[in-house]
């Protein structure tokens, strides 16, 4: 039996804190602030939420919906490194929603 691992560190240097897998994934998307859309790409995605690549001006904390031909989803900035961004659904994901955007 092995020893238990250290958390491996996010971007940013703190540790990684999801509690779910990701999947890898590469999918043009939209993602739509108030009344301004714009497009972007899924990097990952897990039940619990997504890393995307967009250019817009994004803060922690700010509510968006992510959307692709088969994902309609309100979530949450919770980082933004460059023009990569990790968002928390405001409704997890079921597994079969996940496979279903493979």
């Known amino acids: 039996m092995s020893a238990p691992r250290a958390p491996v560190p996010a971007l940013g240097g703190s540790p990684d804190q999801r509690h779910d897998n990701r999947r890898k994934v590469f999918r043009i998307a939209s993602l739509t602030v108030g009344a301004?859309?714009?497009?972007?790409?899924?990097?990952?995605?897990?039940?619990a939420g997504a890393m995307i690549d967009c250019v817009g001006d994004l803060g922690a904390a700010t509510n968006v919906c992510l959307r692709s031909d088969q994902l309609d989803q309100a979530a949450v900035v919770c980082w933004r490194i460059g023009s990569r961004v990790g968002l928390r659904f405001s409704r997890p994901l079921t597994p079969s929603d996940v496979r279903r955007c493979f």
Do not use: A, F, K
Request: hydrophobic fraction near 35%; include cysteine; charge should be neutral.
């Open 36 to 47: 301004v859309s714009e497009r972007c790409h899924i990097l990952n995605l897990s039940t």
